[in-house]
């Protein structure tokens, strides 16, 4: 049985040209970019058209570019420089809706004595503003919101809030982790200061990320040792992967706004059919402000995790909430704060696809969710009134 993966938020498969590209520096060229000799220090210049590539997809400057492990580091290393190095400001906002890599940082924070103001949406997943620029104030040390959400791909409004905050001279940083790669990014006209991404949600390894910092923003290191990204992150480059993520942004760049077309003709297919075969069931977010890739669709009296397993017999991979969070049977904080009520949080199944999700498989989809659906429902005892439902 072959798998259909619909499941590209949590993480996607290595595209073929970067591994290619990064094969060579997992084998005979195994050097370490900081030696004297020829044989490492030849690597140095291959990392340093990586990075010229990373800041070309985020209309960056290749010195603003720090390498890091992943998302979660350059997310924490973000918000931990912000309030080291404004050590007098005691105030955090971020969202309600953040992935678990800003909002547990963000309360591990709070537990320290920060102030830490959590920003409320509303129905469709759209942040209140007001209650945002409301928030901020003389003793804020960074805003930190993400640039789209993991769960329902619902797109905040970084550029308005980029804008209006620095007006006020506050620091800005975007998790833009679920963003690069899908949507333009274009930093010589979005004042963010920071921005995060991470290598395996496009199509390069796991454990490679970057973290962006805007040229004149102060900057506090988060892993402290030797001298590597300039005194800004130690630790020996993890040079094929380095090399593997600077192609994989070479292709998002230039194949951008193709494959957003392609993966929006898909995924709209697929939640039009869905919609249309299986009665209640509803769409979680803003559908007019979504990343191209991601549908979450709630199937209410079904549980999540029942839809995945007889999906699974089926070979194909999705997810219910965020793979963070899966594991535990907590309904999804995001769906949670939209105010889904929970028939329809239990029964959320995110679709999120990728470049190489075809036309195919969306068909064999359509074509055997109606009747797990149907069966599921029909298998529980209580019908419609099975769950137990606290009051919103
Ligand atoms: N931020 C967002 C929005 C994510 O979706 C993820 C991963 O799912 C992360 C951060 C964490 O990234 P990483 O897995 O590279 O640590």
Avoid: W
């Avoid at 991404?197 to 805007?214: E, F, Q, T």
């Avoid at 480059?237 to 494959?259: P, R, Y």
């Avoid at 999540?304 to 089926?314: D, H, K, V, W």
């Avoid at 195919?360 to 074509?367: A, F, L, P, R, S």
């Amino acid at each position: 049985m072959s798998t259909i993966y619909l499941d590209n938020n949590a993480t996607t498969r290595i595209a073929p040209e970067v591994l290619e590209e990064m094969m060579p520096y997992l084998t005979d060229l195994y050097g370490n970019p900081s030696s004297m000799h020829t044989f490492g220090g030849q690597l140095h210049r291959k990392v340093e058209q990586a990075r010229g590539k990373v800041a070309s997809l985020l209309g960056a400057e290749p010195e603003e570019i720090i390498f890091t492990s992943c998302g979660t580091e350059s997310d924490n290393a973000a918000i931990m420089s912000a309030v080291e190095s404004h050590s007098r400001k005691k105030h955090v906002i971020t969202t309600r809706v953040e992935h678990p890599a800003v909002l547990n940082f963000c309360k591990h924070l709070a537990r320290k004595g920060y102030r830490v103001t959590f920003v409320p949406v509303n129905h469709l997943g759209q942040l209140d503003l007001d209650f945002l620029f409301k928030s901020a104030d003389d003793d804020t040390a960074v805003v930190s919101i993400m640039f789209a959400n993991n769960e329902t791909g619902v797109i905040f409004p970084v550029a308005e809030i980029a804008e209006r905050l620095k007006e006020r001279d506050i620091l800005f940083h975007t998790d833009a982790v679920q963003a690069a790669g899908k949507l333009s990014i274009d930093l010589k006209s979005l004042p963010v200061d920071m921005i995060s991404i991470s290598g395996h949600k496009l199509h390069a390894p796991k454990g490679i990320g970057v973290l962006y910092v805007r040229k004149g923003t102060r900057f506090s290191p988060f892993v402290i040792g030797g001298h590597q990204e300039r005194g800004r992150r130690a630790g020996t480059e993890n040079v094929a992967s380095i090399i593997g993520l600077g192609k994989a942004c070479e292709l998002a760049d230039k194949f951008l706004h193709e494959e957003a077309t392609y993966l929006k003709t898909l995924s709209d297919r697929l939640e039009t059919a869905l919609l249309s075969c299986c009665p209640d069931t509803r769409i979680n977010g803003d559908v007019e402000n979504r990343l191209p890739n991601t549908t979450n669709i709630s199937f209410e009296y079904v549980e999540g995790e029942a839809i995945l397993l007889r999906l699974n017999e089926f070979g194909i991979c999705a997810s219910s909430g965020s793979a963070c969070t899966s594991g535990s049977l907590e309904p999804s904080h995001v769906l949670r704060a939209m105010g889904i009520p929970y028939t329809a949080v239990h029964g959320s199944i995110r679709f999120s696809l990728s470049r190489f999700t075809t036309n195919q498989e969306i068909d064999t989809v359509i074509q055997v969710m109606p009747g797990i659906i149907k069966e599921l429902r029909e298998l529980s005892p209580f019908g419609r009134e099975k769950f137990f439902c606290p009051p919103d």
